[in-house]
């Protein structure tokens, strides 16, 4: 169990390309394959990571490895999440300057963008699809309540330029008086 969860995140931290939330789907790959959790477990997971200081991914690694594994499965999993990074980090730094320039290496990052925006907005469609359940029913007061949260959070960001840590505390607050 414990060199799976070093093993698995390991693999989708030498794929970390584009940040934690791009690396959301890649992470639920891999959680359910190994069947270590529940998709409603996951998604706890990944909204108690994303309001957590630190980077999604990590603090994604570290709970699921947490709740698979204790405390030994939260270390091994943060650390395969992480070892990648440091050690490219180490390598870029190295030679960056050396290479910055050229043209290659300037069209890889080129061709990455779109990939990366390509699994943000998945991981965006495939969280906020979550949020609503079945719609077999009709559309619920749940439903409509998430949704005016989500728009009221992202017009607050965008175009009132509200800081993101009063938008989370404000949707947490929300989320208490609609859901609770």
């Known amino acids: 169990m414990l060199l799976q969860l070093f093993i698995a995140f390991l693999k989708i931290g030498l794929v970390s390309f584009g940040g934690g939330y791009a690396m959301i ?53 943060t650390l395969g999440m992480v070892l990648p990074s440091l050690v490219v980090i180490i390598l870029v730094a190295a030679f960056l300057f050396r290479w910055h320039s050229h043209p290659w290496f300037k069209s890889s990052f080129y061709g990455l963008k779109p990939v990366v925006s390509g699994f943000i907005v998945y991981a965006a469609l495939h969280f906020g699809q979550s949020s609503f359940g079945t719609v077999d029913t009709g559309v619920t007061w749940k439903q409509v309540a998430t949704l005016l949260i989500a728009f009221g959070a992202f017009m607050a960001i965008v175009k009132y330029k509200v800081h993101p840590f009063v938008v989370i505390v404000g949707a947490g607050v929300l989320g208490i008086a609609f859901f609770l």
Do not use: C, D, K
């Not at 990590?58 to 999993?77: C, M």
């Open 25 to 77: 789907p890649v992470i639920q790959l891999e959680v359910e394959r190994h069947h270590w959790m529940t998709e409603e477990q996951f998604y706890h997971v990944i909204a108690l990571s994303g309001t957590s200081p630190g980077p999604i991914a990590t603090n994604s690694a570290t709970l699921i490895g947490y709740e698979t594994a204790g405390i030994p499965g939260a270390i091994l999993a």
